[in-house]
């Protein structure tokens, strides 16, 4: 089973809501990443899990709020965001966070914030 | 930092046709180049991943070639049919140790294929 699995396929919020993104993976990866895709632009890296510890912040703003509270499950929990902030949310995860290794992406979280 | 370059941004053919995709990137430290296809709305399905130590790899109908030292790789799709319809993206790895599995990503190239 190569698959990783994020919920909700699309949220619509408004400024002043808290909402939360889940992924899900039960291929025993150690690394799991959160991508923005903007339209038409490529997958921006957000934030690497490496062992559950958060390893890599590419200078995300503080109302994206990342958690992996488990090997198999990453969240990002979502507060005041921005109209600009609407994007595809990609998850990925691999075997660990080593360059070599392959990541498998989820089908995204569509969100769209009025 | 890295930058990757995807040529043409789009390519529109008739069903049967050959074609090739192109990919560079400016630092040729890497530890290998994947190819990705996104379908609209939806999330990345890898297509062929190549080693740094790799000059090509192929799956079915999909060849991509890697020139490391050039900074080039290209994806060669046979016999091209309208499923192949979708956004293809180009993504280098850096190299072992150093990006903690950081993927560097092209704008892509946005194929059609009709009948």
């Known amino acids: 089973d190569t698959e990783v699995t994020q919920t909700p396929k699309h949220l619509v919020m408004g400024m002043t809501n808290k909402k939360s993104l889940k992924c899900e993976q039960h291929?025993?990866?150690?690394?799991m990443y959160w991508y923005k895709q903007k339209a038409k632009k490529p997958p921006e890296l957000m934030f690497v899990?490496?062992?559950?510890?958060?390893?890599i912040n590419e200078s995300v703003p503080s109302r994206f709020s990342p958690e992996c509270p488990n090997s198999s499950l990453l969240n990002l929990h979502l507060h005041a965001l921005q109209p600009e902030d609407s994007a595809l949310y990609l998850c990925?995860?691999?075997?660990?966070?080593?360059?070599?290794?392959?990541?498998?992406f989820g089908p995204g979280t569509r969100l769209l914030v009025l | 930092k890295q930058e990757v370059t995807q040529i043409p941004a789009a390519l529109s053919v008739p069903e049967g046709e050959n074609l090739v995709l192109n990919c560079s990137f400016t630092?040729?430290?890497?530890?290998?180049l994947q190819w990705f296809r996104q379908d609209p709305g939806k999330g990345l399905t890898s297509l062929l991943l190549?080693?740094?130590?790799?000059r090509e790899q192929t799956s079915g109908r999909l060849n991509a070639s890697l020139d490391k030292s050039s900074g080039r790789s290209t994806l060669y799709i046979a016999a091209s049919q309208p499923g192949d319809s979708a956004t293809y993206l180009c993504a280098v790895s850096g190299d072992r140790g150093s990006t903690l599995g950081r993927l560097y990503f092209g704008r892509g190239t946005q194929l059609t294929v009709w009948p």
């Open positions: 990925a995860s691999s075997q660990v966070a080593e360059a070599e290794e392959t990541q498998y």
């Open positions: 899990y490496s062992y559950e510890k958060l390893s």
């Open positions: 630092d040729s430290a890497i530890y290998n």
């Open positions: 190549i080693q740094s130590s790799q």
């Open positions: 291929m025993g990866h150690r690394a």
